[in-house]
């Protein structure tokens, strides 16, 4: 709540912490005379799969639902979902798309084939929600279209058809089809994944035999959009490499040919990468969504920040190949994943709490200070399941604290990065020891800067003397979004804990500003 200002005795109690937790001193220079590349706005992505409830009751709830909907989308979600201006929205899966034939989701909705979802729990899937409701809930929330491909267990022929079905202005027969279902103008499908964790649920494959598969896919779907290959299990820079060797060109283009019909472009316009936040780096260890200790605070900081290292040396291997910079990295699934509650089994629906915030806010830090590269990312996932955006029960709704930074964030979206320079003190806990401030700057359209500053570390406050080099700093407004407790949460129908408050910006002294951030906080600043 913007009227609510973070100051006076909270503010005390926030930055003192326990009594021999001292406040950290820390250094921000942003460089406003050498702006970087653009920070695209499709970093702000979300995903959305057939899992637990994350499409039905979360998305779509049918038009005769008693819950007040648009066309059987829920109006709570497709307006909280306009505000924060999602880019794009990847579908149907995961590994619920390696499994996923297109025909069952369209026409008339009684009579559709109902299916056993097996990867998510064997639960029936009516495919009630298909191609007509996610093409047009897209639309309707002003988002583009991430559409995953069945590469695991379908022909390239379907996934030809199945675009043709959506973008075709022709009078062909799927053409028709789509028209007689009920939309006459095509659709635009932006983003095209082809396949989703080939290494894996998508197929079993390795990059040797994928890169050719990508390769053959490529010869039917080169005019439909972006072509997105499927990622790299997250620090396997292995399958990065064979994929680019393999599949980057149709021709390599030092090789020379008489064949002027072959582009010498790249055939492969991002590749993707997964990577998800744990307490720590074992799979089948996995923290309490709520009720964790400090030192699984400080594990899950030091995985995020492994994002970090992977796109380096993702972005590394990118360089060589394509030093010209025309690949991108899409940042497909990324989010924490904690234990599952053992009452709701295989719906991966979690708690969202002040440690998910921190989470956020660093990795979308890393995404900007990346974006050379980073082009897009999808949060996994938008509503229900993992580090969602959106918790529904029934009727009831709630933002979580990672939508607040989604939306803290949002004059990021399409602006100019900007070089920062930071020094902090390291935060330490046992084995773990990493940077305890992360920061991005950007300057928009306006000429407006924002500053994105998280304080990881849940103890210690950090007051940060901020310059700005190039410019004039007159001064600042800002908003934090922090709590006493690591694991504060929103809880249906009770007051929210984490909503951001104001934050009181002191004035400027000899070029400085100096802003005290709360341990465990995020705080966008808009710097005047
Ligand atoms: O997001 C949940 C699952 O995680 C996806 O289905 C899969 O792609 C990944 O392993």
Redesign the pocket.
């Known amino acids: 709540m913007l009227g609510k200002i973070l100051s006076g005795a909270l503010l005390l109690a926030l930055i003192a912490g326990p009594a021999q937790a001292q406040t950290a001193v820390a250094n921000v220079t942003i460089d406003t005379s050498k702006p970087g590349v653009e920070i695209d706005r499709h970093i702000y992505g979300q995903?959305a799969?057939h899992?637990g409830r994350g499409i039905y009751e979360g998305i779509w709830v049918g038009e005769a639902s008693p819950i007040p909907n648009i066309r059987g989308y829920r109006k709570d979600v497709v307006e909280a979902l306009k505000k924060i201006h999602v880019p794009n929205v990847r579908w149907p899966?995961?590994?619920?798309g390696d499994l996923y034939d297109w025909h069952d989701g369209i026409g008339p909705r009684a009579k559709r084939p109902v299916r056993v979802n097996v990867?998510?729990g064997g639960v029936t899937e009516d495919n009630s929600f298909g191609t007509h409701e996610f093409m047009n809930f897209a639309e309707l929330i002003g988002a583009e279209a991430y559409v995953s491909l069945n590469v695991g267990s379908l022909t390239p022929y379907d996934s030809a058809q199945w675009l043709e079905y959506m973008t075709s202005d022709s009078r062909s027969s799927l053409a028709n089809e789509r028209r007689k279902n009920g939309r006459a103008k095509p659709w635009k499908v932006q983003f095209i994944g082809i396949g989703?964790?080939t290494w894996?649920?998508?197929g079993n494959m390795t990059a040797e035999y994928y890169a050719d598969v990508y390769r053959q896919y490529v010869s039917v779907l080169k005019p439909y959009g972006t072509l997105i290959a499927s990622d790299s299990n997250s620090d396997d820079y292995e399958w990065t490499e064979k994929l680019l060797q393999r599949a980057l060109y149709r021709h390599p283009p030092d090789v020379p040919t008489t064949l002027a019909y072959i582009s010498k472009q790249p055939q492969i316009n991002m590749i993707s990468v997964?990577f998800?936040t744990f307490s720590g780096n074992d799979w089948g260890k996995k923290s309490p969504a709520v009720g964790f200790t400090e030192q699984d605070w400080a594990r899950s900081m030091e995985r995020t920040w492994k994002t970090d290292e992977m796109i380096a040396r993702h972005t590394a291997i990118l360089e060589r190949h394509d030093p010209k910079g025309q690949v991108g990295i899409s940042f497909s699934?990324w989010g924490a994943w904690w234990a599952t509650d053992k009452n709701r089994p295989s719906n991966?629906y979690q708690e969202n709490t002040l440690r998910d915030a921190v989470i956020a806010g660093l990795t979308l830090n890393i995404f900007h200070n990346h974006a050379a590269r980073v082009r897009m990312a999808n949060l996994?996932?938008m509503l229900n399941?993992?580090q969602s955006l959106i918790l529904t029960d029934g009727e009831k709704m709630l933002l979580t604290p990672t939508y607040h930074v989604f939306d803290l964030y949002q004059a990021h979206q399409g602006a100019t990065l900007l070089p920062t320079r930071v020094s902090a003190p390291d935060y330490a806990l046992d084995a773990v020891k990493v940077p305890s401030l992360s920061v991005s700057a950007s300057r928009n359209a306006q000429g407006e800067i924002t500053l994105s500053l998280v304080n990881i570390d849940p103890v210690r406050a950090a007051r940060v003397e901020i310059d700005l080099q190039g410019r004039e700093l007159r001064g600042a407004s800002g908003r934090v979004l922090t709590s006493t407790a690591m694991d504060a949460h929103p809880q249906f129908g009770k007051a929210d804990p984490l909503e951001p408050v104001a934050l009181e910006v002191p004035r400027v002294r000899k070029g400085l500003l100096s802003v005290t951030a709360p341990a465990k906080s995020v705080i966008a600043l808009k710097l005047r």
């Open positions: 995903f799969e899992l899966g995961g590994c619920f990867h998510w989703n964790e894996g649920c998508g997964h998800y699934e991966l996994a996932q399941v993992l």
